[in-house]
C-alpha cells in the first residue's frame, strides 16, 4: 500500500510517458552480478550483506594495534587525536545514551559497527581490511564496551546481527515522509 | 548645447592635428584629473582570458566552522562557512559554497570518464550509467539551498558568517532521480533508497522512497559548469529541504532497500528524542539579515536597505516580516524575485534609522503555514524552565535578533 502512496503522484507527474513503457529511455546498462557484489557494501540492521568470514576480541585486540587503529585512537581507545571508541567512565547508568557518542556503545546496530569499519577505517587505507579483520576490530570494540564479555566469542554473518545493543530499541526513528507536510505534527514552527 | 560640443570637437582636431596622440591624452588626462580612475589596468593573461578571476580588492572568504579547523591534523576539510556578509543576490558562488563532510574529509580527485552510477537492490532491472549518459536524460534546472544541521547560532558567534554560513544556494542542473527509479523499475516494499559517495569513508545516507520519488534530484552542474569537486563533482545528490548530509557528494551508487539501513551518517543524527529526530530532518522556515548584520557598523543615522534571505525545507517561501524595534512591531518585507521551493529568496526593506539603540529582526513564513519561531517561542512550546537559555531542539531555525548600539555598531543579540 505505501507503494502506491508515492507512485501515484509520481506516474501523474511523468504523464503518459511512464504509461506508455518501462523502460523508457533505454540508457544505461545492466551490471554484472559480480560488478554489484563487488559494489555493495552497504549492510542492513538485518545484516543479510555481511560476508562470510568470522572473528574475536581476542584476535581484534592484536589487529588494533597491528593495523594502525592505536596510533590515532590511542592504545586503550581512549586517548588519541582521532574519536573516543570506549564508553565514557559514568559508572552504571540506565540509559546508554549517557555514555556518550562513541559508536560501538551508542549504535542500536552492530552492524553499523561492522559497516563503518569497512567501509570508513583506517584512514588513508579504508577498504583494505579483510572480512575476518573487521569481523574480529568489531567485537574487539564491543569487548572493550562490555557489550559482549566473552572475547573468544566468535562474531560472523549469523551472530554479529544478533548483538544486543544497549540502544536496540532505544532511539527515535524519523516520521514518515510526505511532500508538503510541517516538519512536526502540531509544531507550528 | 550643439554648438558647444561643435566647438569641443574642434579644439579635438586641432590639437590632435598640432601635436599627435601625446596631445589627445592630455586633453584627456585634465578632463578625468577630478574623477576617480582604476588603480592601473591589467593586461590580458592567457590563464584569466580562460578562466575569470574576481578583482584583487575582494578578499571575502570562507571561514572553518564550529571549533574544528579544516583542514584538520589529518588534511581533512571538514566544516566551512560561506561568508553571507558578503553576498548581496541569492546565488552563492561556487568557490564560496559552505562545505560540510561526515567526519571530516579528503576531496575526491574524480575523472567523470570513468565514474559510474549504479542504481541496484529492489529493482527490476539494476543499471550503471556513465556521466555522458546521465547527461541524456531529461534534465530540471532547479535553484536550491542545502544547509548543514549545525548551522546554529550561539553567543560567542559574532558575524552573520558564523551564526548562519552553513548554508548556502545555487541553481542545479541534472536529472531527477524518480527518472532513472522508475527506469530501474521500483519493486514493491522499497519504502529506502541508501544513496552512498565515494569519498574515503564512502558517506551513505537513508532517504525514504516519498522524497527519493518527489524532487529528489542528481545533479551534474552548479551556478552554469561542473558541480566543484568540494560540492561533490561529478555528480551530487540533492534531496532539497533536507538536512546537508543527505544531500550525498560523489555519487556512485544508490541501493534500493526495504528498511531504514542504519549508516554511519545515519547513526551520526541519532536522537533519543521522536521531537528531535522530526526537527532534525526537514529543515523549518528560516531567515536571517545579512545586511546590516554583526561585526558590521553603520556609519550614521540615515537611510539603509536592510536585506537578508530566507528560506524553507517545506517549500517556498510565502512572506517575510521583519521589525526594527525587537519584536514589538512586524511588517511585511518585501520579496526580490520569484521564490523558488527550497530555495534562498531575498526580501528587503528601507529602513531610516535615526540613530538610536534598537534590535532588527526577520522571520520567515513558509507556503505550508509554518512560522519561524524565536528562541522565547520555542521555550515556552516546550515548557522550557524560564531560567535557563532556550534549546532549539533538532535544526534551529530560530530568530537571529541583531542589535545596533547608538554609535551604530552591529552586535548578535541572541539570548
Do not use: A, E, I
Given at each position: 500500500m505505501r507503494l502506491l502512496k508515492y507512485l501515484l503522484p509520481g506516474v501523474m507527474l511523468l504523464g503518459f510517458v511512464a504509461q506508455a513503457q518501462s523502460p523508457t529511455y533505454g540508457v544505461g546498462r545492466a551490471p554484472t552480478a559480480a560488478e554489484i557484489e563487488a559494489w555493495d557494501i552497504a549492510i542492513a540492521p538485518t545484516g543479510e550483506e555481511l560476508p562470510d568470514g568470522s572473528g574475536t576480541a581476542d584476535l581484534g585486540a592484536q589487529l588494533f594495534l597491528e593495523k594502525g587503529c592505536a596510533g590515532c585512537h590511542g592504545t586503550n581507545g581512549t586517548n588519541g587525536i582521532a574519536p573516543r571508541l570506549v564508553k565514557n567512565d559514568v559508572g552504571e547508568v540506565d540509559n546508554a545514551w549517557r555514555y556518550g557518542r562513541v559508536l560501538p556503545i551508542r549504535s542500536p546496530y552492530a552492524t553499523t559497527v561492522w559497516d563503518y569499519i569497512n567501509r570508513g577505517m583506517p584512514l588513508g587505507a579504508e577498504g583494505s581490511l579483510l572480512a575476518d579483520e573487521v569481523y574480529s576490530l568489531t567485537a574487539y570494540l564491543l569487548y572493550l564496551n562490555d557489550v559482549i564479555t566473552d572475547d573468544q566469542l566468535v562474531l560472523d554473518q549469523n551472530s554479529l546481527p544478533k548483538i544486543q545493543m544497549p540502544n536496540r530499541d532505544n532511539w527515535a526513528q524519523v516520521p514518515d515522509w510526505f511532500p508538503g507536510q510541517p516538519r512536526l505534527e502540531g509544531y507550528p514552527y | 548645447m550643439g554648438p558647444k560640443k561643435q566647438n569641443r570637437r574642434e579644439f579635438l582636431k586641432q590639437g590632435a592635428a598640432i601635436a599627435g596622440g601625446a596631445a589627445v591624452g592630455a586633453a584627456s588626462q585634465s578632463a578625468s584629473a577630478q574623477l576617480p580612475g582604476p588603480e592601473g589596468f591589467l593586461h590580458g593573461r592567457d590563464d584569466i582570458v580562460a578562466y575569470g578571476q574576481r578583482s584583487r580588492f575582494i578578499e571575502s572568504k570562507r571561514i572553518p566552522h564550529?571549533?574544528?579547523?579544516?583542514?584538520?591534523?589529518?588534511?581533512l576539510d571538514f566544516h566551512i562557512a560561506t561568508p553571507?556578509?558578503?553576498?548581496?543576490?541569492?546565488i552563492t558562488p561556487s568557490s564560496l559554497f559552505y562545505m560540510g563532510t561526515t567526519r571530516g574529509s579528503y576531496i575526491p580527485d574524480i575523472d567523470p570518464e570513468k565514474h559510474r552510477l549504479m542504481i541496484h537492490g529492489l529493482v527490476d532491472n539494476p543499471l550503471v550509467f556513465t556521466m555522458e549518459e546521465l547527461k541524456r536524460l531529461p534534465s530540471v534546472t532547479r535553484m536550491h539551498f542545502v544547509e548543514c544541521a549545525g548551522n546554529r547560532s550561539n553567543r560567542?558567534?559574532?558575524?552573520v558568517q558564523e551564526t548562519h554560513g552553513m548554508t548556502s544556494n545555487a541553481e542545479w542542473t541534472g536529472v531527477l532521480l524518480s527518472t532513472l527509479l522508475k527506469e530501474a523499475g521500483v519493486k514493491e516494499g522499497a519504502d529506502w533508497i541508501v544513496a552512498e559517495g565515494v569519498e574515503e569513508v564512502k558517506g551513505a545516507s537513508s532517504i525514504p522512497m516519498t522524497k527519493a520519488m518527489d524532487d529528489t534530484l542528481l545533479a551534474y552542474s552548479m551556478n552554469g559548469e561542473p558541480v566543484r569537486p568540494q560540492q561533490g563533482f561529478p555528480l551530487r545528490m540533492l534531496a532539497p529541504g533536507f538536512e546537508g548530509i543527505f544531500n550525498v557528494k560523489w555519487l556512485r551508487r544508490i541501493k534500493v532497500v526495504d528498511?531504514?539501513?542504519?549508516t554511519y551518517n545515519d547513526y551520526g543524527h541519532l536522537t533519543q528524542d521522536p521531537a528531535t529526530a522530526a526537527l532534525g530532518y526537514q529543515i523549518g522556515p528560516k531567515s536571517v539579515i545579512v545586511h546590516p548584520s554583526g561585526g558590521q557598523t553603520l556609519p550614521g543615522a540615515g537611510y539603509y536597505q536592510v536585506s537578508g534571505l530566507a528560506w524553507s525545507?517545506?517549500?517556498?517561501?510565502a512572506r517575510v516580516e521583519v521589525t526594527t524595534d525587537g519584536g514589538e512591531t512586524w511588517f511585511d518585507a518585501e520579496i526580490r524575485g520569484e521564490p523558488q521551493a527550497m530555495a534562498h529568496t531575498l526580501f528587503a526593506f528601507e529602513w531610516e534609522w535615526d540613530g538610536s539603540p534598537c534590535e532588527l529582526q526577520s522571520r520567515c513564513i513558509d507556503e505550508i503555514g509554518q512560522v519561524q519561531p524565536s528562541r522565547a517561542e520555542v521555550a515556552e512550546f516546550w515548557n522550557q524552565p524560564a531560567d535557563q537559555p532556550p534549546r532549539v531542539r533538532g535544526q534551529d531555525n530560530s530568530i537571529q535578533p541583531w542589535r545596533i548600539e547608538s554609535d551604530g555598531s552591529i552586535h548578535n543579540a541572541i539570548a
Open positions: - | 564550529g571549533g574544528r579547523h579544516s583542514p584538520d591534523t589529518f588534511g553571507l556578509q558578503d553576498q548581496h543576490g541569492v560567542r558567534h559574532t558575524t528498511q531504514y539501513y542504519m525545507g517545506g517549500g517556498k517561501v
